[in-house]
Structure formats: structure tokens, C-alpha cells
Nanobody, 119 residues
């Protein structure tokens, strides 16, 4: 099992910045890919960014150029640096971890952290 705990959300004005953190515990050696997703009321959860163990990253078009995902494997922590925030970035942000433990796959989610961007 992998448990994920997010932190760093809050209220920020448009154009401001926030840095989200997600610490993983449990079977952290099984984790391969970590990522951030977000969901607003009435909308489907969407991918924001992912990062592999080796550091390869992928971003949603809405995040490119503004958000940066990073990872500290020694600390089992993934980060999301969000710059130039926009009101449409307002959402609950969830941390995700995917991988395999022996022959079993893992797909864990954090509880979410709220990001609210005011105009």
C-alpha cells in the first residue's frame, strides 16, 4: 500500500504562485510514476502533470510553461510548482502514484488539497 498526503494548497491572487507537496509512505519502492490531477465541482478529474522515476515529465497543455513538476526520490516526495496562476486553475489538486509491487499494480491517491485563485 502507498499512502499519499498533499500539502501547500491555499488562496492566492491571479498571477501568484503556490508550491504543492505530496509525501508518500508505505511501499514507496514500488512507485514508478507520480503525478498531479485536479478536479473542480461538476467536472471530471483531469491530469495536470506526471513524472517518472527517471525524471521524464509530461504536462497538460493548460499547465505547460507555468507549472513544474519535480520529484525527490530520496524523500519519496513529489512537488508541483505553480506560477502565474489563473482563476481557472481553481480546483482540488490530488496526488497520484502508480507502480508495481511484485506482481501487483498500485494506483494510489491522496486526499486532495484545495487551490483557489481569485481574480
Amino acid at each position: 500500500q502507498v499512502r499519499l498526503v498533499e500539502s501547500g494548497g491555499g488562496l492566492v491572487q491571479a498571477g501568484g504562485s503556490l508550491k504543492l507537496s505530496c509525501a508518500a509512505t508505505g511501499d514507496t519502492a514500488c512507485i514508478q510514476t507520480m503525478g498531479w490531477y485536479r478536479q473542480s465541482p461538476g467536472k471530471e478529474r483531469e491530469l495536470v502533470a506526471t513524472i517518472s522515476t527517471s525524471g521524464n515529465t509530461a504536462y497538460a497543455n493548460s499547465a505547460k510553461g507555468r507549472f513544474t513538476i519535480s520529484r525527490d526520490n530520496a524523500k519519496n516526495t513529489v512537488y508541483l510548482q505553480m506560477n502565474n496562476l489563473k482563476p481557472e486553475d481553481t480546483a482540488n489538486y490530488y496526488c497520484n502514484a502508480k507502480g508495481r509491487c511484485e506482481r501487483r499494480g498500485i494506483n494510489g491517491w491522496g486526499q486532495g488539497t484545495q487551490v483557489t485563485v481569485s481574480s
